[in-house]
């Protein structure tokens, strides 16, 4: 903007002489003025408005120079204290709990571990959901503190590396195939039932098999038949007393009636407790078919 200004002078002669000047004058006037002080003011509140929010942000965060609120960054990774939600994947390569507290992993849907290798294929996976826990890897193994394997398994079978196993349901255990195993003993001041319901039980031992009641009776039942055989062995009765006593009677024979007589023996037992067969006659033949 350019302004003319007149002034008024007096020469030599005195006589006043008016002398044009141009003064230039650079700035904003009017309403582009008014525009910009207000352009000014907006951006000026909205600093106050950016510094106040990041305040807030800052004090509702909890943000320190350790980290952010309850979460800590340090040398050994993150430290979170409380209760978090995560609502996508988390990945971790090692998650521990405080010394005085356990580490509780809860969902309201299922919660899901996954082993990946370097391609990204999952290699093992244990799901837990609300009505059944899913696992699965080429081993299972399961480690006490003291670094005893309590129980394995793979393909091959499972192993139970502690000193017993232990069974406390009410209908006992069920096994649809053979098991090995060194021992099998009730609970104290319980009864012991080995059972097949529809099939045969069979127990075999290369060095003998044990059956023992220390405070009771020992029993088998059977529908039909109990065979007790030995290929190359003794079948020895250990008691005070051995009873038969659902033993059949047979009638008496006369003394003239020596038909069939032939046909039948009497049992013998020996000093040594053997037992044998000896043809009957009319008299004990015992001693006449020693076998002791």
């Known amino acids: 903007m350019v302004r003319e200004q007149y002034l008024t002078t007096t020469d030599d002669s005195g006589t006043l002489a008016s002398v044009s000047e141009y003064i230039y004058m650079i700035g904003i006037y009017g309403w582009r003025k008014r525009c910009l002080y207000l352009f000014v003011l907006l951006l000026l509140i909205i600093l106050v408005v950016n510094f106040a929010l990041t305040i807030w942000i800052l004090r509702v965060m909890w943000f320190n120079t350790e980290g952010m609120g309850y979460l800590q ?152 038949d109990i065979l007790l055989h030995s290929t190359a062995g003794l079948l020895i009765l250990d008691a005070e007393s051995v009873r038969l006593p659902t033993l059949p009677v047979g009638e008496a024979r006369t003394s003239g009636d020596s038909q069939g007589m032939y046909d039948m023996f009497e049992v013998c037992v020996c000093p040594s407790g053997k037992l044998f067969l000896s043809r009957a006659g009319v008299f004990s033949t015992c001693s006449e078919h020693q076998d002791c």
């Not at 919660?111 to 370097?118: F, P």
């Not at 670094?147 to 649809?176: I, M, Q, S, W």
């Not at 069979?202 to 020992?218: C, F, Q, T």
């Open 73 to 224: 960054v340090n040398a050994d990774g993150l430290r979170l204290e409380g209760e978090s939600d995560f609502l996508f994947p988390l990945y971790a390569q090692e998650i521990d709990s405080r010394e005085d507290s356990a580490l509780l992993v809860h969902s309201s849907e299922n919660v899901t571990l996954n082993a990946r290798n370097a391609n990204g294929d999952v290699t093992g996976s244990v799901s837990i959901g609300p009505s059944q826990a899913e696992g699965f890897g080429q081993h299972f193994n399961i480690i006490s503190n003291h670094d005893e394997k309590l129980f394995y398994a793979d393909g091959n079978g499972a192993v139970v590396g502690k000193g017993k196993l232990r069974v406390t349901g009410p209908e006992g255990a069920f096994f649809e195939h053979s098991v090995k195993t060194p021992l099998v003993k009730a609970v104290l001041n319980k009864e012991l039932k080995l059972e097949s319901p529809t099939r045969s039980l069979s127990m075999d031992a290369p060095k003998g098999v044990h059956v023992k009641a220390l405070a009771g009776n020992a029993d088998v039942t059977a529908h039909f």
